[in-house]
């Protein structure tokens, strides 16, 4: 079935884990029989190294149930770019004379870019994912993580009143003409209906994302102060958006240090145990027998 696949997204400070988590995840549920895909959203992307084997922007096959590939945010900030720029031109007609191919370069370096072009890849990732169980995420640092989770609402916000801008504009246009021949001028208003289609797409992938059902937001930390601090500041800052985490893992454990304190903090997610592994997690090989050792997996 199309688009039934659950996300499964993995956020943190740099270096705690996220990569090594999302893999471990990826490999356990596909050993458990689910079809999943592990999509490396970092641009350090870091999968390469830990199935040995060169990822790139086409899915590659690891084993029987999982697929993993390599999302290059450049690439697709280009894409949003030409269909922005293809768009302008198909609305605005008469701006031939202005030419907008000498501003592509400098909107790349835009503030926003980037996470409309992970929305971007998200969307294209989802649509073309058919008969998956699950989409396994690699998240990019935390900042660009927050703003690619909170960008639908924020477009929202810009798109309702761009869409009551435009009614008042048809509404007025409509009042001068009294031409009232066929269809309302509302009704066949290009932008218009392409705000519409906008803001509907926007809610689906904000509804999805409140879904647990649908959506798991997983927090990756470590047990010291700084990743704590920076974890903190994550469910602080996804909650003013009304978005929750469904489960902590503490990576890199090392026994002897107590995490009940922890564990009590967060009572409300999930909780998933990561020991600090003596042998590098580099390889299928290595994952397997390192998850082969695991008490229990959380429920994502
Ligand atoms: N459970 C673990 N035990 C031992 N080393 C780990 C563990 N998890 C991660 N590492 C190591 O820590 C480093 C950072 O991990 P990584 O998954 O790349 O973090 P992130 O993606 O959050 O930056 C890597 O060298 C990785 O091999
Ligand atoms: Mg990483």
């Known amino acids: 079935m199309i688009n039934s696949a659950k996300n499964i997204f993995f ?27 592990l999509v490396s959203m970092d641009p350090a992307h870091n999968q390469s190294d830990i199935f040995e084997k060169k990822l790139s922007e086409k899915f590659l096959k690891i084993n029987e149930n999982l697929s993993a590939k390599e999302v290059e945010i450049s690439r697709w900030v ?27 370069d400098i909107l790349k370096f835009s503030p926003g870019i980037e996470e409309y072009a992970l929305l971007l890849a998200y969307q294209s990732i989802r649509n073309s994912a058919k008969n998956v169980d699950y989409i396994v995420f690699d998240m990019p640092p935390t900042a660009l993580t927050l703003k690619f989770l909170t960008l639908p609402d924020v477009s929202l916000t810009w798109l309702e009143n761009l869409l009551m801008l435009r009614n008042k504009i048809i ?34 992938i904000k509804a999805v994302f ?70 590098p997690l580099l390889g299928v090989p290595a994952l397997a027998d390192y998850l082969s050792r695991l008490d229990k997996f959380v429920m994502l």
């Open 210 to 279: 409140r879904d647990k059902s649908k959506t798991s937001l997983n927090l990756v930390m470590n047990t010291d102060k700084l990743s704590f601090s920076e974890s903190q500041l994550i469910v602080d800052n996804l909650a003013k958006f009304n978005i929750t985490i469904s489960n902590l893992f503490l990576n890199k454990w090392h026994p002897g240090f107590d995490y009940s304190e922890i564990k009590n903090k967060y009572k409300d997610y999930g909780f998933q145990l990561f020991p600090e592994s003596k042998t």
């Open 78 to 104: 280009n894409i949003y770019l030409e269909e922005m720029q293809s768009q302008v031109k198909r609305t605005y007609s008469y701006l031939t004379a202005f030419n907008l191919e000498n501003y592509l």
């Open 171 to 204: 509404e007025k246009k409509e009042i001068i003409s009294r031409v009232k021949l066929g269809k309302k001028e509302i009704e066949t208003d290009k932008i218009r209906n392409k705000l519409n289609k906008q803001i509907e797409d926007y809610k689906t």
């Open 11 to 37: 956020l943190g400070k740099g270096g705690v884990g996220k990569s090594t988590s999302s893999a471990l995840t990826a490999l356990h549920l596909a050993e458990d029989g689910h079809k999943t895909l």
